[in-house]
């Protein structure tokens, strides 16, 4: 290790520092910061980490995290965005200041000022790199959206390892022996930490799409309780109209106004369209679905197909309220069968759809079929990729197999018959998941 002098200690100590707060300028947005807490704040917090840095031990950067966690926090809650920029930065600059040591000492010489010089160099280099290379590959981003204490813990637990790791070889004077095992060590790290980040991720994705699901159904399940409202309010408009029209045709006729008899008939015309419009007469049945998941979407799928002028019978003359699998996992069935129904239809000049669902003691059946232009082997709906419709994926028809394999009780039958597809879905009321 070399010996260097007093003020190059400064300067490499102010470089280093003035390079984190460099590389934390760049993953974290200071826009989201203050206007005090940028001009005044920042700058102290740089003069707070100098000190930390020149007259106390490594360990002490855990104290710096907590400080500039605290002071530069905007709201009550927990800022995972700033904690981790915070550690990532200081993870960064001691990563790139640790192999710029192994590089600096292997040409540096006997010349101190130029050990100093290309240690410096090569940590402006490689930090640079670094921060590049993240901010490329959209990391500032990524690391915002990642509210989660996991990504935290991982990012501390790397800097506490590599911290203790170089405390030991300092204090045994290792360098050279180690020199290579640094470098391995930090490029095992630097791939662990790519590839639990990954996984934290889509992890959190999952978890974020669960919960926006929920969210969706939810205010689903509200309009649908004020649709059902609005729904008997117009049959009881409906009803009431009807009578008076039909009592003014009776004063027309007695009374032989022509132009009466003229203007009830335009009338009549009209408000028959009007009402067939913005009825859903055709899907009475749907008063026997209480489930209000299950009403909601089919609500939302029946008014999609009327504004698509697609042919649609729905029948359902028992009632629903509960089902023996995860209602989610239902939603996600009923939700892929009945739109790669509609896209299919959509392609077809007098294409048709039928949805009908039977309850009994023992198991609920749904039944979807759909006209189809070509019909292909039942085989081929269960393959990846595969789909009747032009330049579509065909994934929904695998996720329908996934959500399959979960439960023992519920079943899942395709079939062809006469230019139809049909996708029979059937729960039982016994078993559970596999």
């Not at 710029?100 to 640079?128: D, F, H, Q, R």
């Not at 959206?145 to 506490?160: E, G, K, M, R, V």
């Not at 203007?263 to 009007?274: F, G, I, T």
């Amino acid at each position: 290790m070399v010996i260097i002098g007093t003020k190059l200690i400064i300067l490499e100590i102010s470089v280093s520092c003035l390079l984190f707060f460099l590389t934390f300028i760049s993953i974290y947005n200071i826009n989201l910061l203050s206007k005090f807490k940028k001009i005044v704040l920042l700058p102290s917090l740089f003069v707070l980490t100098l000190f930390i840095s020149l007259f106390m031990n490594t360990f002490s950067n855990f104290l710096l995290i907590v400080i500039m966690y605290i002071f530069l926090k905007e709201h009550k809650k927990s800022d995972y965005y700033l904690l981790n920029s915070i550690i990532l930065s200081l993870l960064i600059e001691f990563i790139s200041s640790t192999i710029s040591s192994v590089i600096a000492s292997k040409i540096y010489g006997t010349n101190e000022l130029l050990w100093v010089e290309i240690l410096l160099l090569s940590e402006t280099i490689l930090i640079l790199l670094i921060t590049f290379g993240l901010i490329k590959i959209g990391m500032k981003d990524k690391i915002r959206n990642f509210q989660s204490p996991s990504l935290s813990i991982i990012l501390l637990y790397n800097y506490a390892v590599l911290l203790s790791l170089m405390f030991f070889i300092r204090k045994f004077e290792a360098y050279i022996p180690l020199e290579a095992g640094i470098l391995i060590f930090l490029l095992v790290q630097g791939i662990a930490i790519i590839f639990i980040f990954i996984y934290e991720q889509n992890r959190q994705k999952e978890s974020f799409e669960k919960k926006l699901m929920a969210e969706q159904l939810n205010n689903l399940k509200e309009y649908t309780t004020r649709l059902d409202i609005d729904q008997k309010e117009m049959h009881k408009f409906k009803h009431d109209y009807i009578n008076i029209i039909n009592s003014l045709n009776e004063i027309a006729v007695s009374d032989d106004n022509n132009d009466l008899k003229k203007s009830l008939r335009d009338l009549e015309v009209y408000s028959a369209k009007y009402f067939s419009n913005i009825s859903m007469d055709n899907f009475k049945d749907l008063e026997y679905v209480s489930n209000p998941y299950i009403k909601s979407l089919l609500i939302s799928k029946l008014k999609l197909m009327k504004s698509n002028n697609i042919d649609c019978y729905f029948e359902c003359k028992s009632n629903i309220e509960t089902v023996n699998i995860n209602i989610f996992d239902l939603i996600r069935l009923l939700g892929v069968s009945i739109d790669n129904a509609i896209e299919s239809v959509n392609e077809q000049k007098n294409g048709k759809i039928q949805i009908i669902l039977i309850e009994t003691d023992n198991q609920l059946e749904i039944t979807i079929k759909n006209t189809v232009n070509k019909i292909p082997s039942v085989s081929q709906f269960k393959e990846y990729g595969f789909s009747t419709k032009k330049d579509h994926s065909g994934i929904g028809m695998v996720n329908v197999q996934d959500i399959k394999k979960k439960y023992r009780n519920l079943l899942v039958y395709y079939n062809t018959i006469n230019n139809w597809f049909c996708i029979q879905m059937v729960i039982t009321n016994q078993g559970d998941k596999k």
